[in-house]
């Protein structure tokens, strides 16, 4: 069909003119109904008004000039195709107006079926459908109520009281009990509706219907629940969606019309064979409704096989051509099949796996393209534990999924009661109102995190997802009273102590112990499932994808892991080294002691104690990862805490001190311990007398770590092992602190190694902007350097680690600053430069320095293309995130054709 345009910009395009590339401009509903139209399939004509028109009218309040021509031409094209004209009382030509975005947003936004009846073409309409006037009464009573509801904000529940009405004054419950006259009787009580809540009559040009219907499309754009949805998928606010404007057709005009959806595998597993649902006589709303049981679409095969079978044919004819599972809506009628609708249909993590690998074994994709059919995101999802829920249980309240899994534990209030009664061996649920940095350790602690206030990106969210630990935050049927150590949810009382699992995917909440399994694709990554010899489809594609990532990545993929057995798994899940390795979290629990001895040691002789104490236990901690990482190398950072993370809490010693002063007890030790506390006592203290000013400050304190790194090293080269130590300055600014660690460390290690044939490299960790900016002059004193992204975005933002995510970034996200925090996602223009820069000049001043990452974003798919591009030769992230990012290098490492797994 041919239009001529009315003006220069082109706002209507015919499904004609279109294809399956312009969903920028068509949305993803008109580019795939153009497709279809080209690829000769029977879809019903039409054409779509462009995303620009949407954007332009919301931009302006009006429609563009030129809009209302190229409509008019265009409507007119399709009244000579159709042999019909909107309105006609004689036979008139009916549409429907659909929202179509870019990205599928599934019943976000509006649609008006039966555009163009009126009082006359009601009639007309009758006798077109072989006199069924019950037929054309109930499309023009749809369109009066889908209009009503969503072009003039009429409330819905006024006209399905009416409906109510009519079906119980014919004692029914089925609207397909109504006949002609009643629904003719039902119009007329909807226009009534119709006139009170607008002041005028419902309009019976249909032009002007067309218009209204496609400017409430345009508007619906920034529904409440389409921004919400948009914010939650993260779609850009300025997209826009295209409208469709669609010839009807009927499903409902007897048992020979009907309508449904399938998809051409199972979204939900991946399996092959055709899924859907069908419903005889009856129009798509009704289907989406559930007001009427569907039956399996294998049904139609009986019903009308000749529709069955070109519906089959149709379908693999759209896989082969999009080579993906599609989705479909069509509609039959009398017999005749129309295609309403079709996509590249959204699917489960499991079914993306399997589905890439089977197309790559039918030929329509090879492997790299299999690789880009799947992500990091939904890898993580697949190794989250499940919930057997095969069992009947209730959820008592759902909250927010904010880090998936599935856990279960006793209810604690606090982060303190939570360290104590895992340090017992128990799991437990650390229960909040929400949680700020305080809580940390109880978040350690805790097996799940369950908080009545805060959404996706609340602290408790972003933290749990950062550790990998199931979260359900934003739950407010519950309401938690701290102090009392109990929650009431639903009428009842929980607790300290009682159990609850939480659900991290679907933010459900049960009463007591759900039993949960460990994942399939975790037990193939521990190693105790042989994906060559198991018969599951998920663990053979996980496999295959996972084999390809790995022979095409070019970035190596390290853990960061402190203890033997985070080492010992992270090497199972495929971990090429450790990456970083914090030494002061060896020395919490029963060392604690020492070491705030050591701060706080003013003579020479109590910090030699310390150390001579301290020596001994760290040499046997990195032997144990030695062992475990035996041959592959193994970054030690020097320790790096803040020191109050040592300390005692100032406030709480005064108060202890005063207490004990005024019962009259002997405090002199008490009191000098808070004069030091005072004395060390920091406003700042991510800031503060950390790092390598520690090292500096505390004689002795980085030799005997070195001297412990060194000896642990010999030993197991000693009995037979490969020890490959990289020793690793924390919190450099200037290439004189490194120049200053290095001198001693080398001295030491020479000292020890001997001729032990160990090899022991110092490098640095580049996590302040300072050294960022001056990797010429610090390339020279480092083997390697380590990005510390975590303390790089802190201080290249000025952003305080422990405060700002609970403090505010939910602004800022709402606000679209961050479209993600920057903690989670490198910030590519900003800390990414940084990166960029102290790579460049790092390999300028020494061409073989070793460049890697180990701060969170390393285990960040977005982060780990960036850190590809970037040229880095390592990221290292935590065990669990190990196959993810094995598999975002992969991904980051093939050319992509532009497909987009969302
Ligand atoms: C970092 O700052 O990115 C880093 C890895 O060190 P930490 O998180 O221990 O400060
Ligand atoms: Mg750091």
Not at 149 to 172: I, M, N, Q, W, Y
Request: net charge negative.
């Amino acid at each position: 069909m041919a239009a001529q345009e009315t003006d220069d910009h082109k706002y209507v395009y015919d499904f004609s003119e279109g294809n399956k590339d312009l969903k920028d401009l068509l949305g993803g509903k008109g580019a795939n109904l153009a497709e279809m139209t080209n690829l000769g399939l029977p879809v019903p004509p039409g054409f779509t008004i462009t995303t620009e028109a949407c954007q332009a009218y919301l931009a302006t309040g009006r429609e563009p000039d030129g809009l209302a021509g190229q409509i008019e031409a265009h409507l007119e094209a399709l009244e000579r195709e159709m042999g019909k004209r909107l309105g006609d009382p004689g036979d008139p030509l009916l549409v429907s107006v659909r929202s179509g975005a870019k990205f599928s947003m599934p019943g976000m936004m509006e649609t008006v079926l039966n555009v163009g009846l009126n009082d006359q073409s009601v009639v007309g309409l009758s006798a077109q459908a072989g006199g069924n006037g019950r037929f054309a009464w109930d499309s023009y009573r749809r369109l009066i109520q889908m209009f009503g509801k969503t072009v003039c904000e009429v409330p819905g529940e006024e006209f399905e009281h009416a409906l109510d009405e009519v079906k119980s004054a014919r004692g029914t419950h089925n609207d397909l009990d109504l006949d002609a006259d009643d629904l003719r009787g039902l119009v007329d009580a909807y226009k009534k509706i119709f006139a009170k809540h607008t002041g005028r009559e419902f309009p019976q040009q249909p032009r002007e219907q067309l218009d209204l219907a496609i400017r409430a499309v345009f508007e619906s754009w920034n529904a409440e629940r389409a921004v919400l949805y948009r914010r939650q998928e993260r779609i850009p606010a300025d997209l826009g969606t295209a409208v469709n404007v669609v010839t009807m057709v009927f499903g409902n005009l007897g048992p020979d019309s009907g309508t449904g959806v399938a998809f051409t595998r199972d979204p939900g597993s991946g399996a092959q064979g055709i899924y859907g649902d069908y419903l005889a006589n009856a129009q798509g709303e009704d289907v989406v409704a559930g007001i009427r049981n569907t039956v399996p679409l294998q049904e139609l095969e009986r019903l009308d096989k000749s529709s069955y079978d070109e519906l089959l044919s149709i379908m693999a004819r759209l896989e082969e051509h999009y080579r993906d599972l599609c989705d479909i809506e069509f509609t039959i009628e009398r017999g005749k099949l129309w295609m309403l609708q079709t996509r590249v249909g959204k699917r489960t993590a499991a079914a993306a796996f399997v589905i890439a690998g089977q197309l790559v074994d039918e030929g329509l994709i090879d492997l790299d393209e299999a690789l880009h059919r799947v992500n990091g995101a939904q890898l993580a999802q697949l190794m989250f534990p499940r919930f057997q829920l095969d069992h009947e249980f209730e959820a008592v309240a759902t909250g927010i999924g904010a880090s998936p899994g599935a856990a279960s534990g006793a209810v604690v209030f606090t982060s303190a009661r939570a360290v104590e009664l895992a340090a017992e061996g128990k799991s437990v649920i650390l229960v909040r109102r929400e949680t700020n940095p305080d809580d940390l350790n109880g978040m350690i602690a805790a097996k799940g995190i369950l908080t009545s206030r805060g959404g996706k990106t609340s602290h408790a969210a972003v933290v749990a997802r950062g550790m990998g630990k199931t979260c359900v935050s934003g739950a407010d049927e519950i309401d938690v009273n701290v102090p009392a150590k109990r929650f009431t949810v639903a009428g009842r009382t929980v607790t300290e102590g009682d159990v609850v699992s939480i659900d991290g995917t679907t933010g459900k909440v049960y009463l007591g112990e759900v039993p949960v399994m460990p994942s399939e694709v975790v037990q193939y990554f521990e190693g105790s499932l042989d994906a060559e010899h198991v018969d599951n489809p998920l663990v053979r594609a996980v496999h295959r994808i996972m084999t390809h990532a790995d022979g095409k990545r070019r970035l190596a993929v390290r853990t960061n892991a402190d203890t033997g057995a985070d080492a010992a798994r992270a090497r199972r899940f495929g971990a090429e080294g450790i990456g970083l390795c914090r030494t002061e979290h060896m020395f919490l629990g029963d060392r604690r002691e020492l070491v705030e001895r050591l701060i706080l040691a003013r003579a020479e002789g109590e910090r030699g104690e310390a150390l001579a104490a301290l020596l001994p236990l760290q040499r046997a901690d990195f032997e144990e990862i030695f062992r475990e990482m035996d041959g592959l190398p193994v970054t030690v950072r020097l320790i790096d805490p803040p020191l109050h993370e040592f300390l005692p809490p100032l406030e709480q010693l005064a108060v202890n001190v005063a207490v004990a002063q005024e019962r009259g007890e002997d405090v002199a030790k008490e009191e000098a311990l808070l004069a030091a506390v005072r004395r060390m006592h920091e406003e700042n203290p991510m800031l503060g007398l950390r790092g390598v000013r520690l090292g500096l400050v505390i004689p002795g304190l980085f030799a005997m770590q070195v001297r412990a790194i060194a000896e642990a090293a010999v030993a197991v080269v000693r009995a037979g092992g490969v020890a490959r130590p990289e020793i690793m300055v924390p919190l450099v600014g200037a290439v004189q602190e490194l120049e200053t660690v290095r001198a001693e460390a080398e001295r030491i290690i020479a000292e020890v190694v001997g001729d032990s044939g160990v090899e022991v490299l110092i490098g640095t960790m580049i996590e302040v902007p300072r050294a960022a900016l001056t990797a010429g002059q610090i390339a020279e004193a480092a083997e390697f350097f380590s990005f510390g992204t975590n303390d790089l975005t802190q201080m290249g933002w000025g952003f305080s680690r422990d405060d700002v995510e609970g403090a505010f970034f939910w602004r800022y996200l709402e606000l679209g600053i961050f479209g993600i925090s920057p903690f989670e996602s490198i910030d590519r223009d900003g800390v990414g430069r940084l990166v960029r820069i102290a790579a460049e000049e790092g390999r300028a001043a020494r061409p073989g320095l070793k460049l890697g990452v180990c701060g969170e974003h390393g285990g960040d798919p977005d982060s780990v293309h960036f850190f590809h591009e970037v040229g880095l030769d390592y990221v290292s992230c935590s065990p669990f995130r190990v196959p993810v990012a094995r598999l975002e290098a992969g991904r980051a490492a093939v050319q992509t054709d532009g497909s987009d797994s969302r």
